[in-house]
Each structure stands twice: as structure tokens, then as C-alpha cells.
């Protein structure tokens, strides 16, 4: 089993394909045990009426188990292809670049309402990650939400999260 | 022929004004979707879904129908311009398609795209014709021990004919049935994996699963690839156009045999990706121009559109006759028929002949409408992708964030959909197919309560799985397609025994 950090041929480093592997299959079995567990709790056997409520999942979580060790003994002796870096450090910068906003975009929908959250978003992520300046950032920040309002609150009156600043202009 | 007064009854229902112009605006938007980075055919619709609940079921199904035909038309584009497939069953057409357009012949490559697409989905949509209400007159005597089979063929056939490993493509359906059970039970009325929390009542929704595994996760691994688009552009005029079509004919031999795969793979749900490389693959080996494949080779262009078109199209073969999708886009339209009320399977048939038909006509308005559309349109989108990612990006998460918000009006849910996103991004990076997952997610109940019934039939035997020929011979194909990685490997392991000379196979892909 190798370590946490790896480095491929081109030197890029980053955890390993194969501990990734090993985590998500590990992981599965979790899933899949919880699943099972539950199942049987609640009955996976034969009522006088006909299956209880766990027996089909029981088999599912029973499946998903096993397939889930055999990918982590492969994985463990080597049989599945796929070595090296699951993804360098660099590219992983990237990747949590738009996941934390992301996340952070979600968080504050919880509290602001979805239009002005939507409209920090997308400003701050082209100032952070397309450097653009405030001249091009302000139109597009701001038609997005107000074109995502027009049509949802007026047009097909499906209401979205909103927060302050919506109970202002009166919605 | 009564298929064929039914499909001038369907025309009847399509052309009103509503329904066209809902046409037009579907094959835009499924265009666009087709264009962008991380929305494709199966969450944009998912995303639409919401939309159309007010809706009369057929104005619904034709306008999230033109979005797939849309997108599948749109998937192309990416690929030959900036050799970025938008769509992975445009992957293929990115071989000879963007040496095409690098050499400045981006007009001809495009032409031959779009035309290879229509003449496969054209000839798709006239074996749905034909070979649907056969197959729907069929399944009427189903029981459940024949739709559970039919069922288990499905998610056999996934195992068998997918590139992945076998245990990851088992693991990532079977999470899939999982994730489906979550909730209440329907029979029993127990609660089941709920943990006593009263979101989980609801279960996970397989929209937003759908949203979050191709929207949310395609976002992270296009951020990994780098932000730079550089692109080719298009000229595409109507000389070029005709000029392009005068060479066509030369390669029919290759488009029927893309379309004959493409059908074959959209029935059995094989999908239009795996379609789309063994129509070039096939290509590639029985063509005149065989080596030269790869360097801008306008067969090599055909062979993979035609099959990849025709494998979305009758994809819906399988969904409208046994309520069973032959691919994720599918598996997302047949929830919306759950949605909108109307039950999937043969009965659909009788029972709701203005949706069937409607919408069966409505696919021969569309494809030709959208041939029209994208031949017009292609500078424009060709545009939209100079748009930088850093502005798309975050664009499109809103967009998925909305989708998935609408879905029931409830937050949980879009935290969810950035679960499953972070769940889609490891499982494409480490090769676990997702779209078993997410028809295992939309089948799960049905497949359940087939099984149960079955059970309860033959009080818990499982023998009732082979009771009678028909059953027995379904359940008998679907073990062989379980069991295939097995047998080929085997097999490949005897040829290679006898003739130990020969150059090494890879057993098991």
C-alpha cells in the first residue's frame, strides 16, 4: 500500500489513484452495511402477506458489499489499472476554487435568499479566478439573478429562496 | 397499416402552433445545453422538469424531447471546434472532427455532424414507429415476473456491455436501488433508512441526484482541465453546406452500419456513448480509408454521429413501450412521465395515444427543424463557448442550484445536489459509470415492487423467475450479460492458450 503522497512519472504530486480507490471503496461498504443493518431492523424476512419491507434492500446492501470489497482487494494487490496521482495538487487548488464558493454560495441562499447570494457568487468568482474587472463584472452578476427572478418569480411563478433585499422591492 | 394513421393522428396533435414553437424553444435551449460545460442532455432536462409540471403532458414530453435532440445536436459543435466534447457521446466525433476544422474545413465537418446525426435519428425514429407498438402489443402480457425480468436484462446488460470494471459498475447501480429504497415504503408503509429524520421521509429524488452527479461534478473536473478554451472558427455557408452533401452519399455503408449499432445499443441500454465508439471503432477497421482515420477523415465524422443520434433516439424506444429508459436523458423523461401522472409501460399505448403519438411525430418536426436550426445558428454558439469559464462556471452552479431547489421547494436538496456532485466527480475520475446509478435510482421502486409481486405470486419462490419459457429465456439472457466480463475473459484465455503467437487481448476491459 503506498503512503498518502505520491508523485507520477511527470513529478506532479498528490495523493495516490490507489488510496483514493481504497477510501471510495471503503467508503461503499459503509453505505452498504448501513444498509443492510437497516433492512434487517426493520425486517428482511417473509410476513404472512409477502416480503417484508427490508428484503429487497437487504440483498442490495448484501451486494453492494461484496462488490465493494472486491474492489478494494484489487485494488489492495494491484489487479485494477490505474496508478499514479488521482489528481495533482495544482489541479486539486482548482477543483476546491469553485467547490468552496460553491459551498459558500449555498450557505448563504440559507440566509440571504437565493438572487443576491447567486449575484456575490458569480462576482466573486470571476474577481478570484477570471481576474475581471469591475466594469465587466457588475453587468453580468447582476443580469444573471435579475433574468433568474423575471422568470421564475413573474413569468412561471415558482418561488425561490429569497431574503432582505427581495422583501423590499415587495416579494 | 395502423401505425401509420396513428403517426398522421400524432402530426395532428404536434403541429399546433403551442406545440412547434415549444419545439423551437426546446431545440434552442438543447443546443445551448449541448454547448456548455457541465450542463448536458440529462441534468438540463432535469433542471427543465420543474417548468413543465403545469403543462399538458404532451407539450411537456415534446419540449424536453427537442432539448435531448437539442443537445445531442449541440454536443457535436464543442467537439470539432474546440476539440472539447460537450457531451460524451460526442467524444468520438472529436477524432476526425477537430483535425477537419484545424485544416480549415470546420464548415464541411460541421455539415457532416449535423446531417450524419438526422439521418441517424430519422431512421431511429421510423424503427420507434414500426417496431414500438409491436413491442407495447408484446409486453401487454407481461406479468411482474416478466417486467422484473426484463428489468434485471437492463441492469445485467450494464455489466456486460459497459467499458468499466464489472464490481464498480454493480456497486454504483446497486447504490443506485439503495438510495431509491430510501423513504417510505409504499406496501408496507415503514420507514425505511430514515434514520428518524423527516427530510429522509421524502427519499433522495433521482432529479437531483441526476443535477448534482452530471451538473455539479462535470463543473469539477472541467475546473481541473484548465480554463482556457481555444477554439477553430466556423464558416459555414450554404455552398459548403451543399458541397458537403454531394459527398455524403459516398459513406452510406458506414451510417447504416452507425445507425444499425446506434439502434441496437439505444434499445439495449447500451447508450449513445459506447455506440458512438464502436460505430467509429468499426469504422475505422472495415473502411478503404481505415489508416487515415484520426486525421481529419469525414467518415470518421459519420460514423460515430450516426450511431451516436440514432442510440439517443431509441433510447425512448424501450421507455415509451416497457417503461424502461435506454439512457440517463430517458431514464429523467420517464420520472416527468411519473410526474405529470401518466404510468410507463404498454398501457401507455392504449390508453394515451395522443401522448405517444404526439410525441412520436413530434421527433420526425424536431429532427428536421433542429438540422435547420443548427446549420443556422452554428457562429452563434461557436460564440458562446468564447464566453470564459471562470463567468460560465459560476453561472452554471446557479443554474444546477435553482434546478435543484424547484425540484420541492426545498434547500436540503441543494445541499444534496453538492453531495452527489463531489460523489459524481470521484466516481468519474475512478471509472464507477454513473448512469447505472441513475437508473437504479428511477427504476428502484419499480423493479421492487416487480419483484415483490412476483414473489408474492409464487410465495417467495424464486423458481418463478424460469416458470415459463418466456421469463426463463429473459432471465436466462440477462445471466449471460452478467456473467459476460467473466466468459469473454475465459474465452479470450483459451484463443490465447491455443495460439499463444497471437498478439495479447485485454481480457476484460
Known amino acids: 500500500m503506498s503512503g498518502g503522497e505520491h508523485r507520477d512519472g511527470s513529478g506532479a504530486r498528490g495523493p495516490a489513484t490507489k488510496t483514493i480507490e481504497m477510501i471510495v471503496a ?24 409477502g416480503p417484508q419491507a427490508g428484503y429487497f434492500p437487504f440483498y442490495i446492501g448484501l451486494i453492494i458489499c461484496i462488490a465493494s470489497v472486491w474492489i478494494f482487494f484489487q485494488t489492495a494487490f494491484g489487479k485494477l489499472a490505474g496508478g499514479g496521482v488521482f489528481v495533482s495538487l495544482r489541479k486539486l487548488r482548482l477543483v476546491l476554487a469553485v467547490l468552496f464558493p460553491a459551498i459558500g454560495f449555498v450557505i448563504a441562499t440559507y440566509f440571504i435568499g437565493l438572487y443576491v447570494s447567486a449575484a456575490v457568487f458569480i462576482a466573486a468568482f470571476m474577481r478570484w479566478q477570471g481576474k475581471f474587472s469591475i466594469m465587466r463584472i457588475l453587468p453580468v452578476s447582476l443580469v444573471v439573478p435579475v433574468l433568474l427572478f423575471l422568470m421564475f418569480e413573474v413569468w412561471f411563478l415558482v418561488p425561490l429562496p429569497k431574503g432582505p433585499v427581495e422583501a423590499l422591492v415587495g416579494y | 397499416m395502423e401505425e401509420i394513421s396513428s403517426l398522421l393522428y400524432g402530426f395532428q396533435v404536434a403541429l399546433s402552433y403551442q406545440n412547434l414553437s415549444l419545439m423551437l424553444v426546446g431545440i434552442l435551449l438543447g443546443v445551448l445545453i449541448g454547448v456548455l460545460p457541465g450542463l448536458g442532455g440529462a441534468n438540463g432536462v ?20 427537442c432539448i435531448y ?46 446531417t450524419s446525426s438526422f439521418v441517424g435519428a430519422l431512421i431511429a425514429v421510423v424503427v420507434i414507429t414500426f417496431l414500438a407498438p409491436l413491442v407495447a402489443k408484446f409486453a401487454l402480457q407481461f406479468g411482474p415476473a416478466e417486467f422484473f425480468a426484463v428489468q434485471l436484462l437492463t441492469f445485467c446488460s450494464f455489466v456486460g ?12 447501480m446497486m447504490l443506485g436501488f439503495a438510495l431509491a429504497a430510501v423513504g417510505l415504503d409504499t406496501v408496507t408503509g415503514q420507514l425505511r433508512m430514515t434514520f428518524g429524520t423527516v427530510e429522509l421521509l421524502r427519499g433522495f429524488d433521482f432529479l437531483i441526484a441526476v443535477i448534482g452527479l452530471f451538473g455539479i461534478g462535470e463543473i469539477l473536473l472541467t475546473m481541473e482541465e484548465g480554463l482556457a478554451f481555444k477554439g477553430v472558427g466556423a464558416k459555414i455557408n450554404p455552398r459548403v453546406v451543399w458541397q458537403t452533401w454531394k459527398q455524403l452519399p459516398r459513406f452510406w455503408i458506414t451510417a447504416i452500419r452507425g445507425t444499425l449499432i446506434g439502434c441496437w445499443m439505444g434499445i439495449t441500454p447500451g447508450g449513445a456513448t459506447p455506440a458512438s465508439f464502436m460505430s467509429y471503432g468499426i469504422a475505422k477497421r472495415f473502411s478503404r480509408q481505415g489508416e487515415k482515420f484520426g486525421t481529419g477523415q ?18 425512448l424506444l424501450p421507455m415509451l413501450t416497457l417503461g424502461i429508459p435506454g439512457s440517463p436523458t430517458a431514464a429523467v423523461l420517464l420520472g416527468g412521465l411519473l410526474i405529470w401522472g401518466l404510468q410507463p409501460g404498454p398501457l401507455l399505448f392504449v390508453e394515451q395515444k395522443d401522448f405517444v403519438w404526439g410525441l412520436i411525430a413530434s421527433m420526425y418536426l424536431a429532427n428536421v427543424v433542429g438540422l435547420i436550426v443548427v446549420l443556422t445558428t452554428v457562429p452563434w454558439w461557436a460564440a458562446i463557448l468564447r464566453v470564459p469559464f471562470s463567468i ?27 453531495v452527489f456532485g463531489v460523489i459524481g466527480y470521484l466516481f468519474k475520475k475512478l471509472d464507477y459509470p454513473l448512469a447505472p446509478m441513475v ?20 410465495q417467495g419462490s424464486i423458481s418463478i423467475f424460469w416458470s415459463n419459457g418466456l421469463v426463463g429465456s429473459i432471465c436466462a439472457l440477462a445471466m449471460l450479460m452478467l456473467f459476460w466480463p467473466l466468459i469473454s475473459a475465459s474465452l479470450g484465455k483459451l484463443r490465447r492458450g491455443r495460439a499463444s503467437d497471437t498478439p495479447q487481448e485485454r481480457p476484460v476491459e
Open chain 2, 298 to 315: 469525414m467518415e470518421g465524422v459519420v460514423a460515430p454521429e450516426t450511431a451516436a443520434h440514432a442510440a439517443g433516439t431509441s433510447a
Open chain 2, 46 to 65: 432535469a433542471i427543465l422538469l420543474p417548468l413543465t409540471f403545469t403543462m399538458s403532458p404532451t407539450s411537456a414530453i415534446i419540449m424536453l424531447s
Open chain 2, 439 to 458: 437508473l437504479a435510482l428511477v427504476l428502484g421502486d419499480m423493479a421492487e415492487s416487480s419483484f415483490r409481486q412476483s414473489m408474492v405470486l409464487s
Open chain 2, 392 to 418: 460560465i462556471a459560476p453561472i452554471i452552479v446557479v443554474i444546477c442550484a435553482v434546478g435543484a431547489y424547484t425540484v420541492h421547494n426545498a434547500m436540503l436538496d441543494v445541499v444534496l445536489m453538492l
Open chain 1, 26 to 49: 471503503a467508503m461503499i461498504f459503509i453505505i452498504g452495511s448501513v444498509v443492510v443493518y437497516d433492512s434487517y431492523q426493520i425486517g428482511s424476512g417473509w410476513a404472512e402477506d
Open chain 2, 161 to 172: 456491455l459497459g467499458k468499466g470494471h464489472p464490481a464498480k459498475t454493480i456497486a454504483a
Open chain 2, 69 to 114: 435532440w437539442g443537445a445531442l445536436f449541440g454536443g457535436a459543435i464543442t467537439s470539432i471546434l474546440f476539440n472539447i466534447p460537450g457531451e460524451p457521446w460526442s467524444v468520438a466525433t472529436t477524432f476526425d472532427g477537430h483535425p477537419m476544422a484545424k485544416q480549415g474545413r470546420a464548415g464541411e465537418a460541421l455539415t457532416a455532424a449535423f
